[in-house]
């Protein structure tokens, strides 16, 4: 990582910046169409950011450009200079639902996100400014030390805390969109949770919906220290919209000593969405880390959530759940690396394929040499709709030592005429039954939610389930 | 008027395979029929389509509901109307509680013109029923919680069917086979139950090869099935016959239809499972 004195001199950052980078006041900027090292100098001039972050996004820029594109996975047709990587929210203030197609904004409506949400998802700049709802708790937290904020804010205002740890669990040169994502990223959440603090409820990210605000490539960072807890909400009860062509997260997250800490995303993409994100946590002696990740939509999602067991008695959960139909490809899955003696994970994977949809388990499970006494799960059910769907698993187990325990199950089923005509013969019809198999499909991971998000899960699935049987 | 269930020159091909070959059968509400016959005469299939299996394709014939020809009505429409079949293998849907099920099938025969998205019935309401029918059929409440036939024993299969039809109350129930699989003191307790819920208020077509399913249900006119058509039809007593002696006097009273059997399971080994 590029390193900058004065940067790290956190109280001299504003100053330093207000000097160094002059900004049109209350100008719109929007970056140039395509890549390059001077867009990329711009996006962090516009941020007014620190030296030692504007030198991340350069060299991260190097390393995106001289990384391939992935060999696996899905086809990425993508002109990496017909994107724009940076728009300021201002180009989008005019922006009416008229704007959002029409397939969206019909979920929306028919999601019966109350009102003020849909006012809220019309003005995002404005909400994620003020940061309402969640305030109070906010305010509450931060007696606690507890932080919660953007990471651009983060960058500015938690210098040190960000420096130490962004780019250390997920290096910019880790895979060719991690690169892309540490030299343009916007946005995302900056967690950090003091030692012993248990959060009781979840902390919510709405404004991931600000597109515009932060670009398709928000950065996460969370860090629970030791013995404190988390639980991480994302996307959930507003799925999120996006014009861009592009959506590349990178999520980080440190799991200390005895911490736990529960991310849970449920996206429900555009289809014209190419869904590309690294996440990764390292958890330490006797921690849990466990995603729960929830994929709609996209016409491509790669995204297998990792966790790495660090110290004896850490655990990894991931449980993750993929909707494929026409036009979409979820290659999801998940990764645990097992690293110490004594750490235990567990897979759960359900993916469900429809109207010629795809859906691809990918998962890597490692245990390394000396992690004795290990143990891993993993579980993969594919749910196959019709015959024009697909489904595939790609499990990599890779176990450098002899005393552990790995076990690996998959399976993939087919709605069947006996199944439908069995619900049908109650009453049912077949679009109900359809859809009630798909609801016990995900159930055993959808009883993981709390209430409102597996209410709002439901919701998501019978939206996709509407009109498929023909 | 006597509401009817009226099958006739009823003939029915799986896979291009044909299996019933002119039934003919007319159940009015308020009578028991016991079908009988040897395996592969076609009797699930018969109750299959009556229910409207989809892959079962009916070259001939009719099927009436109160003079309504339901052939072309889905197995969902036929269920609204008040058919039942109590399935003789009844299909498992992991992650589906029994409560909601039921309360979802429940909803959709009582409000037979309800639409997707409308109201179900109210949980506060059905649950009270549900507890009901489960005490009168010595099930445990735990039942109810537990994923539709997800692992369910033979015997707990067939009385969640038997729930099932307590709850749906429908105007004619097909029995397929709820017998088999059940011991001496199950069989003996469905056989109440089924009279218990209201039976005699139904039209109930019982397929069984036991006699100990009509003990409570003491059929009105017994049926005998052989080479995909009703060759006999007689009282109890008919069953009690066969039950005891077979059916080989059935074969010599019509060699034709034997002579159909025969064919029929020599070309149909491998379809035995299709058409079970």
């Known amino acids: 990582m590029a390193t900058d004195l004065i940067a790290s001199d956190e109280t001299g950052i504003g100053e330093i910046n207000k000097y160094d980078f002059v900004t049109p006041s209350h100008a719109v900027f929007k970056a140039r169409r395509g890549l390059n090292s001077q867009i990329v100098a711009e996006i962090s001039e516009m941020k007014g950011e620190p030296r030692w972050m504007r030198d991340f996004r350069l ?25 724009y990587y940076y728009l300021k929210p201002t180009d989008h203030q005019g922006k009416t639902w008229d704007d959002v197609p029409a397939e969206i904004k019909e979920t929306f409506d028919k999601l019966g996100i109350p009102e003020a949400e849909k006012k809220f998802l019309a003005g995002v700049k404005a909400q994620f400014e003020s940061e309402v709802v969640y305030g109070s708790l906010k305010e509450d ?37 991690a690169a892309l994502n540490s030299a343009v990223w916007s946005g995302g959440s900056f967690i950090y949770v003091p030692k012993g603090v248990k959060i009781e409820f979840p902390l919510q990210a709405y404004f991931r919906i600000n597109a515009e605000r932060m670009g398709q490539f928000e950065r996460t960072l969370i860090i629970v220290d030791e013995g404190a ?21 990178v999520v980080e997250v440190v799991v200390r000593r005895g911490a736990r800490c529960r991310y849970t995303t449920i996206q429900n993409w555009a289809n014209n969405i190419y869904n590309l994100v690294t996440k990764r946590a390292v958890a330490y002696g006797d921690s849990l880390m466990e995603w729960i990740d929830g994929n709609l939509g996209s016409r491509l999602t790669m995204k297998y959530p990792a966790v790495y ?55 890597l499970c490692k245990v390394q040499d000396g992690a004795i006494g290990s143990k891993s799960n993993v579980v993969c059910d594919a749910l196959i709709l019709d015959p024009a769907s697909r489904s595939d698993t790609y499990p990599y187990i890779e176990v450098e030592e002899q005393d552990v325990h790995v076990e690996h199950e998959a399976s993939v089923s087919r709605i069947g005429e006996e199944q439908l005509f069995y619900l049908q013969s109650r009453g049912l019809t077949e679009a109900e039954a359809s859809s009630m198999i798909v609801s016990g499909f995900i159930e055993p991971l959808v009883k993981e939610l709390p209430m409102e998000y597996a209410v709002e899960m439901n919701r998501l699935i019978e939206l996709q389930m509407e009109g498929s049987v023909g | 008027m006597l509401e009817t269930l009226k099958i006739t020159n009823l003939h029915v ?116 029923e549900l507890r009901e029918k489960m ?24 009385r969640a069917e038997i729930l099932q039809l307590a709850m749906l ?11 088999s699989g059940l011991d001496v003191d199950a069989v003996k307790l469905a056989s109440q139950s089924i009279a218990e819920i209201g039976g005699a208020e139904m039209g109930i077509l019982i397929i069984t090869h036991h006699d100990r399913l009509l003990e409570h249900n003491v059929p009105d006119f017994t049926h005998v099935m052989l080479g995909g058509r009703i060759v006999e039809t007689g009282g109890v007593e008919l069953a009690r016959e066969l039950y005891t002696e077979g059916y080989e006097k059935v074969r010599e009273r019509h060699p034709e239809d034997a002579a159909v059997e025969k064919e029929m399971s020599s070309t149909g080994k491998t379809l035995a499972a299709g058409v079970a």
């Open chain 1, 59 to 83: 060299n991260s820029l190097k390393l995106f450009e001289s990384r391939p594109l992935p060999r696996w996975g899905g086809d990425i047709a993508l002109d990496f200079q017909d994107i």
């Open chain 2, 169 to 179: 109350l429908p105007k004619f129930a097909i029995l397929d086979e709820t017998d």
């Open chain 1, 141 to 177: 937290l931060a007696k606690k030390g507890v932080i919660f904020t953007d990471t651009d804010t983060a960058v500015r205002e938690h210098g040190d805390l960000v420096r130490e740890y962004l780019g250390t669990i997920i290096p910019p040169g880790d895979n060719k969109f």
């Open chain 2, 135 to 158: 005490a009168q059929l010595k099930m445990d409440e735990e039942f109810a919680r537990r994923y539709v036939n997800d692992g369910f024993s033979g015997g707990e299969m067939k």
């Open chain 2, 13 to 128: 091909a799986v896979e291009g395979k044909p299996i019933l070959n002119g039934v003919n059968l007319t159940i009015r509400r308020g009578e028991v029929h016991a079908l009988m016959g040897p395996n592969g005469s076609g009797k699930s299939t018969l109750a299959g389509v009556i229910m409207g299996h989809p892959s079962y394709d009916v070259s001939e014939g009719t099927i009436e509901l109160n003079g309504d020809n339901i052939l072309e009505w889905d197995a969902s429409e036929r269920a609204r109307a008040g058919i039942f079949m109590a399935f003789q293998r009844p299909m498992a849907i992991p992650g589906v509680k029994m409560a909601d099920f039921l309360r979802h099938a429940t909803t959709n025969v009582r409000n037979p013109n309800r639409k997707e998205g409308e109201q179900l019935i109210p949980m506060r309401e059905f649950r009270k």
């Open chain 1, 229 to 249: 807890e988390v639980h991480y909400v994302e996307g959930c009860t507003a799925p999120m919209y996006s014009t861009e062509s592009l959506h590349s997260a």
């Open chain 1, 309 to 363: 067991m660090m110290e004896p008695g850490a655990r990894g959960e991931i449980l993750s759940i993929a909707f494929a139909s026409k036009g979409q490809h979820q290659d999801a899955g998940a990764k645990v690396v097992h690293c110490a003696p004594h750490t235990k994970s567990r897979i759960i994977s359900k993916s469900i394929s429809k109207n010629g949809g795809r859906s691809s388990y990918r998962g």
